[in-house]
């Protein structure tokens, strides 16, 4: 569960480019320098399905060195936006996938299409990370679970951090509902000594 897979390239490309939207070009060369990543500057991997040696173990370098410049709160609302950000990336590469999976989800009420989409973008993240995302639900709540999550990979803390997979799955819901009508929320965290990352979704209706 805790294998340091490498990340596809199409993957990673998608968080750095989400990175650049929210920080500029000067923003996220001082980020991949500081997380000791500096051969990223000006140097994204291409899209495409190749793993071309990045590793889980260096996207937690990355949201780590976010935390250090920018402190908790301003690294919250930076990698929020930065997972949204990658999820329309993301949505991008796999166009195909998002095309079909819209279509399949054009007349199921509300709660199925969130819960489709979520398993879309579930299975695309297990293949592009090699890691494992389950999507479970009770009367109340769907949950995207991180259970080898990236962005905390080799750091702690004393507060869920993953807030860039927050803003992917707002990111990915919104996009399945046509609406910002609902909440995302990190309720327990793998950086924090939790079993899992686990991000809760309240569609208020």
């Not at 990355?62 to 930065?82: C, D, K, T, W």
């Not at 309720?187 to 979704?201: P, T, Y």
């Amino acid at each position: 569960m805790d294998k340091d897979s490498l990340v596809m390239n199409k993957a990673f490309r998608a968080m750095l480019l989400g990175l650049e939207d929210v920080l500029g070009k000067p923003g996220i060369a001082a980020i991949l320098r500081q997380a000791g990543l500096a051969q990223y500057i000006d140097n994204y991997p291409p899209s495409d399905t190749e793993r071309g040696g990045q590793r889980l173990s260096d996207v937690g370098k990355i949201n780590h060195a976010l935390f250090e410049i920018y402190g908790p709160r301003g690294s919250r609302a930076i990698m929020q936006r930065v997972g949204r950000g990658q999820a329309k990336f993301g949505l991008q590469e796999n166009a195909a996938v998002a095309n079909a999976a819209k279509l399949a989800m054009k007349l199921l009420p509300r709660r199925n299409k969130a819960k489709l989409a979520l398993d879309t973008a579930a299975k695309a993240v297990n293949e592009q990370l090699d890691t494992h995302v389950t999507i479970s639900e009770d009367a109340q709540y769907l949950y995207y679970e991180a259970w080898n999550c990236a962005y905390c990979k080799g750091w702690t803390n004393d507060a869920p951090v993953c807030y860039a997979v927050a803003g992917f799955v707002h990111g990915i819901v919104a996009w399945a509902l046509d609406s910002d009508d609902f909440q995302v929320q990190e309720i327990s965290c793998r950086a924090k000594g939790d079993e899992v990352c686990k991000f809760r979704v309240g569609l208020n209706a």
